[in-house]
């Protein structure tokens, strides 16, 4: 079965700071995707980034990483030197390809926030 | 602009009663999907539709009901509206299949906020 835990509820850090966001998966698949999603105050959801069950390779995109680990079933999310708009909730999502579709399942989320 | 359109974007209503909330999906997205956003709380699967039929169902109540149309477009029935109902509805639609550019990564509406009093 798909679970996806965010053990991190609240994160405050002061701008500038790097902030790094947990994730930790569970799975019966061999191949699945990974996400993080981002829910400004305004409510809208925003796709952030994505990796494959079979490319290990970690990425820079801008002021967002990520750090895939598959030996320890995790995908945190780091923001480089913080800012103020970063502040949102943040979401890690598991999705495994079914017929006709994706069956996706999102943790419960980390609210960010960013000081001045 | 996901491209994926929601209508109504605030509704309130009373206890008992029946709404629908519409869904666009994104030109050429085949599968649509409906999650709940309860206050505070994580987003819960409901149910996906691909091309006009059901392909899976999560915690969605019998109250509840949904349908994708010839078009695509797809519509979320509660009934029965109770308290607890209220929340901010999202649909989201993606391609069906993998691709080596573009992985299910789901686009959302705006959301349908149902406030029930």
């Known amino acids: 079965a798909q679970k996806v835990t965010q053990a991190q509820t609240e994160i405050s850090v002061v701008e500038k700071e790097d902030v790094t966001l947990d994730c930790v998966y569970e799975t019966r698949d061999t191949t699945y995707y990974l996400f993080w999603y981002k829910q400004p105050p305004s409510g809208e959801l925003v796709f952030l980034i994505r990796r494959n069950s079979f490319d290990e390779q970690n990425e820079i995109s801008g ?7 598959k030996s320890t079933s ?11 708009v970063d502040s949102a909730v943040y979401f890690c999502a598991l999705s495994e390809q ?11 989320g980390t609210r960010l926030f960013v000081k001045a | 602009d996901s491209g994926v359109t929601q209508t109504p974007k605030h509704l309130i209503t009373a206890t008992g009663q029946r709404v629908t909330l519409r869904c666009s999906p994104r030109s050429g997205d085949l599968s649509v999907y409906w ?3 309860s206050l505070d709380q994580g987003l819960q699967f409901l149910i996906q539709y691909y091309n006009g039929e059901e392909r899976a169902k ?3 109540l019998e109250r509840f009901s ?5 078009d695509l477009h797809s519509e979320l029935n509660l009934s029965s509206l109770e308290l607890g109902d209220s929340a901010l509805y999202f649909c989201a639609s993606s391609v069906p299949v993998a691709t080596a550019l573009n992985t299910g990564e789901l686009f959302f509406g705006e959301g349908s906020r149902l406030t029930v009093l």
């Open chain 1, 63 to 69: 002021r967002y990483s990520w750090n895939f680990q």
């Open chain 1, 74 to 84: 995790s995908f945190n999310f780091t923001i480089t030197a913080s800012q103020v």
């Open chain 1, 98 to 108: 079914h017929t006709g579709g994706f069956k996706t399942i999102f943790g419960a």
């Open chain 2, 58 to 60: 999560g915690n969605i």
């Open chain 2, 66 to 70: 949904a349908q994708q149309f010839p």
């Open chain 2, 35 to 37: 999650y709940q956003q």
